[in-house]
Nanobody, 120 residues
Framework: VQLEESGGGSVQTGDSLTLACAAS????????MGWFRQAPGKERNFVAS????????YTSDSVRGRFAISRDNSKNTAYLRMNALEPEDTAVYYC??????????????WGQGTLVTVSS
C-alpha cells in the first residue's frame, strides 16, 4: 500500500492541526494505520495507531489527551487531529500501515512524511 500525507505546516503554541494520510494500492487488505514522528536530531517514535475497523486505537503517553487518530475507510484515509500543540511537537510526521504490536505498530509501509513546526 502507498501512503501520502498532507496537512503539515507552521503553527503557534496552542494551535490545532489535522494531518491526513491517503492510502492507495492494495487497500482491500486489512491493515492498521498509524503515525510516527521524528524531531530534529532525535529518533523516530510511535505517536498513534488505529485498527482496520477504527474501533481500537492507541496513542503514546506524550500526546494522549491532545492528539486523536481516526480513519475513514470509504476514503482510504487516516487522520491525526492535533490539539494544544507545543514546540516539542515539532517533527516530521510519518503515516504508516502495518501490524499492531504491544505499545505501538510495526510498519509495513511508510509515507514520505510531512513537517509540522510549532513556534512559541
Amino acid at each position: 500500500v502507498q501512503l501520502e500525507e498532507s496537512g503539515g505546516g507552521s503553527v503557534q503554541t496552542g494551535d490545532s492541526l489535522t494531518l491526513a494520510c491517503a492510502a492507495s494500492g492494495r487497500t482491500t487488505s486489512p491493515y492498521w494505520m498509524g503515525w510516527f514522528r521524528q524531531a530534529p536530531g532525535k529518533e523516530r517514535n510511535f505517536v498513534a495507531s488505529i485498527s482496520q475497523s477504527g474501533t481500537n486505537f492507541y496513542t503514546s503517553d506524550s500526546v494522549r489527551g491532545r492528539f486523536a487518530i481516526s480513519r475513514d475507510n470509504s476514503k482510504n484515509t487516516a487522520y491525526l487531529r492535533m490539539n494544544a500543540l507545543e514546540p516539542e511537537d515539532t517533527a516530521v510526521y510519518y503515516c504508516v500501515a502495518g501490524r499492531p504490536i504491544p505499545g505501538g505498530l510495526l510498519p509495513d509501509s511508510w509515507g514520505q512524511g510531512t513537517l509540522v513546526t510549532v513556534s512559541s
